[in-house]
């Protein structure tokens, strides 16, 4: 009777517990069906929103960045390719460098290049004052860089200072009268003498060549603005108080002068010597 009895109950409990079960699976099945639709609702969402948040983050260009990348697209792209991010094996990429490299590769007609070559020769510029500053502003605006002040750039220089800062840090390259100097592997640091504030301003912030990088860090905008100056203002002015200048490359040619000048003083000597004799 005891068996029977527990019997029945265990049958009455299985039979209860299967409308629990049924409806735990049911719940279950419900919740996978919500975490899909919520998905797919936040896909749809994002799909719609991409477009706009894409556009945030890659803000419109100014009008003189689209003129200057209407001028990239015809002469720089096959180079430095599209978006400036540049070709394997023919140019670097443009990311990062700042209109002062624009200005300081283009106004100097050092680019576009011709031919590769050890380094990028000064040339005539192939382009305007207007469409560099458009061209800077396009490389500016497409990934940011050092960007040469506008103004003056002498404003309140100090030449004594200038002068020693550039004995101390350009010298040794571009000579101590800027005429430029050779390096090593064909290469050189050039003459200093056809190159205006703008340049020389940018070629310290961006290092073309061999040349290092002159930061905000290394050397202060009012350093930077004493050592224009005085190149300016003091080596490209100076009237050689002893003398011929013999190229102000140092004493290379100085040397060379004095043997040339030595050599030919004792042949004479030495030929009126034994005429005398």
């Known amino acids: 009777m005891t068996s029977d009895n527990d019997r029945r109950r265990g049958l009455l409990a299985r039979l209860r517990g299967r409308p629990v079960a049924r409806s735990r699976g049911r719940r279950r099945l419900g919740a996978a069906v919500r975490l899909t639709a919520a998905l797919m609702l936040a896909g749809g969402a994002y799909t719609v929103f991409a477009p706009s948040v894409q556009a945030q983050d890659n803000p419109p260009l100014s009008a003189a960045a689209n003129e200057g990348k209407a001028l990239f697209d015809v002469s720089c792209v096959s180079c430095h390719g599209r978006n400036a991010q540049g070709v394997e094996g023919r140019g670097p990429s443009l990311i ?107 070629a310290m912030l961006s290092g073309p060549q061999n040349m290092p990088v002159f930061g905000d860090n290394q050397i202060t905008p009012e350093q930077k603005a004493d050592i224009i100056a005085y190149i300016q203002e003091t080596l490209k002015h100076d009237q050689d108080q002893g003398g011929f200048n013999l190229g102000r490359y140092g004493p290379s040619t100085e040397g060379l002068a004095i043997f040339l000048v030595g050599i030919v003083a004792l042949v004479f000597t030495t030929l009126w010597i034994a005429g005398k004799s």
């Open 96 to 202: 990062g460098v700042g209109s002062a490299s624009v200005e300081f590769q283009v106004s100097s007609g050092r680019m576009p290049m011709a031919r590769q070559e050890a380094q990028a020769q000064r040339k005539p510029p192939h382009f305007t004052d207007e469409q560099v500053r458009q061209l800077g502003q396009y490389i500016q605006e497409l990934g940011g860089g050092p960007q040469v002040p506008q103004g003056n750039l002498r404003e309140g220089a100090n030449l004594a200072t200038g002068g020693e800062l550039f004995r101390i840090n350009c010298s040794q390259c571009h000579a101590f009268g800027a005429g430029g100097g050779a390096l090593s592997s064909g290469k050189f640091a050039p003459s200093l003498k056809p190159a205006s504030d703008r340049q020389i301003y940018a």
